[in-house]
């Protein structure tokens, strides 16, 4: 079983669409989780950064993190053409230990 | 602001040429990644400066790979000599606070 899981899609919805993208994990001692979105042939692009349990909210965009049942998701709401890229999950235990341990991405496409 | 910097953006060599990469971090960022990302994976972590000190080298390939960041600033990714199975995306990223990191452009390797 690898650390981070991540459903690689792809997925596919209307403009307009709420769009649920989920992680889970088995490391207990992660406390850091992230949200990229990396569009095709880029790097990735950090769009939602929280630590340990709890929502949070930026734009169309929030974050979710749910410790007890190591499940983390990302909501987009009024899905965009321009929000089509594939979105990575990534986890820290933090402290001294910066490593980043990712999932294999989601690939979104929204279609107009 | 400027982003992180990472050149080339592509590169074609044969096997068992050499080849190296560059890396310019965000100015004021002292922790600088490398990370390989794999078609249809996430990145994962090859190495971590703090500085100039290579903090955690634990996952790079010492045989063939070596990586150096002499002035703690830009840094310096090569393989020599390369592999078919080095194929792939090179992505550099750097960091203020250790958990926030930002990734540059990456550079995309085809090993012939």
């Known amino acids: 079983q690898k650390e981070v899981e991540q459903d690689p899609g792809p997925l596919s919805v209307p403009e307009g669409a709420i769009v649920s993208l989920n992680c889970t994990y088995s490391n207990s001692a992660f406390q850091y989780f992230m949200w990229y979105r990396q569009y095709s042939r880029k790097g990735p692009e950090l769009l939602m950064y929280?630590?340990?349990?709890g929502n949070k909210e930026d734009g169309r965009f929030t974050a979710q993190v749910d410790k007890s049942s190591k499940y983390i998701s990302l909501f987009i709401r009024d899905s965009q053409p321009s929000d089509s890229a594939t979105y990575l999950c990534?986890?820290?235990?933090?402290?001294?230990?910066?490593?980043?341990?990712f999932g294999k991405g989601t690939l979104l496409t929204v279609n107009p | 602001e400027a982003g992180v910097v990472q050149s080339p953006r592509y590169k074609i060599i044969e096997k068992k040429q050499p080849v190296a990469f560059w890396c310019n971090p965000i100015s004021g960022h002292n922790t600088l990644y490398w990370y390989l990302q794999n078609l249809g994976q996430g990145p994962e972590l090859l190495i971590r400066?703090?500085?100039?000190?290579?903090?955690?080298d634990s996952q790079l390939p010492k045989d063939r790979f070596s990586a150096e960041r002499l002035k703690g600033v830009d840094s310096t990714l090569k393989i020599q000599p390369a592999e078919l199975g080095d194929s792939a995306v090179y992505l550099c990223a750097s960091s203020a606070t250790g958990n926030e990191q930002f990734f540059g452009p990456g550079t995309r390797l085809t090993v012939l």
């Open positions: 400066y703090e500085n100039e000190e290579a903090v955690d």
């Open positions: 990534a986890m820290s235990p933090g402290g001294s230990n910066y490593k980043l341990t």
């Open positions: 929280t630590y340990s349990s």
